[in-house]
């Protein structure tokens, strides 16, 4: 008997009642800390006062509108991300996944306006996660996602990670663009070097390829800066943005420079939801929140604060962990023991993690957390760690 909800989740057993900042309550009145925040997205932590404000003035007076009119929330957060990123336009969506499907779109768009309709190959790197839609499955290219749906939809090769060798031996003026993650998530918290994200930059710019920024996961301060391509002080053609940008409500957006987003006229793309007065209402709310240069401040302090104590940590249990990555409150564990183990050894401490591929565990906590908080979640994963030595 196959259960009510389609089975492709292996969830565990706990469910959750209520949410106060980083904290994940269960009916009994069980507190979790949460380091997993929704996967990054409840980037200002559970029921933030501001964002129910943002949501609930906004439930109040409309919540759907179609895009045949104008939706001034829509054009808020669109100028709002226009001021503060490389792009000059923004499409809204519900999800990253349909972000990527947009990229893509507009990347081919591009070529096909310029006269070069064959020009469709996109280079991805191995690890990647751009969604589960067939086009997103089809960029990723593991075995994982896209095992018994093929065929798949053509015109995407995917070079080791991080192999910038292999990225100058594959990219030529046939090359339609290059997309990837700044800092790989599900690929297990993989930051891209400053220096070699420069290095993709000027081999796009070299035959003229776009280059295409997946951070839904990086993005949206998580890293200490607004966008994560900031450290290296580059700029993409187009940007996927979702997960953190909607602080738990559904929103994506891909961003694009005036120039790549000319083929996109009247008719070339469209969305129902996409854009919605209460999703946008509460994006705005968190770009307004996130995007200010204090509290990215403070997102800095405390993931340096957090990563000393997480080198403490796997100094004091080398069997368990083998080291520490990320950039601001985008960490991860590496572990010597299976990443689900930790995460169940967690659990028991009342700690909610995210298990990753290559072996890592991801703490990706609201943004706001607290210092104490990140002290506790120390101690907690010091009490599991302990856990799984004995
Ligand atoms: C989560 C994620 C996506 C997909 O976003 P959904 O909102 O789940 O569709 C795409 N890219 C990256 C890097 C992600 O982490």
Known sequence: MIDAVLPTYNRAPLSFERGEGAWAIAADGTRYLDLGAGIAVNALGHANPELV?????????IWHVSNLYQIPQQQRLAELLVDRTFADTVFVTNSGTEAAELAIKMVRKYWSEKGQPDRIEILTFEGAFHGRSTGAIAA??????TKGYGPLMPGFRTLPWGDLEALEAAISDQTAA???EPVQGEGGIRPM???DLRKVRALCDKVGALLVLDEVQCGMGRTGRLFAHEW???TPDIMMVAKGIGGGFPLGAVLATAEVASGMGVGSHG???GGNPLACAVGTRV???VADEAFLAEVNRKGALFRQKLE????AHPEVFEGVRGIGLMLGLRCKVAPTELVSAAYDEHLLTVPAADNVVRLLPPLNISDEEIGDAVARLDRAAAALES
């Open 53 to 61: 404000a943002a949501l609930t003035e906004q439930a109040g007076r």
């Open 140 to 145: 990723a290219g593991s075995e994982k996602m």
């Open 178 to 180: 290059v997309m990837m």
């Open 193 to 195: 070097a400053d220096a």
């Open 232 to 234: 290296a002080g580059v």
């Open 271 to 273: 969305s129902t939801y």
């Open 287 to 289: 770009m307004e929140i």
């Open 312 to 315: 403490g940590l796997v100094a």
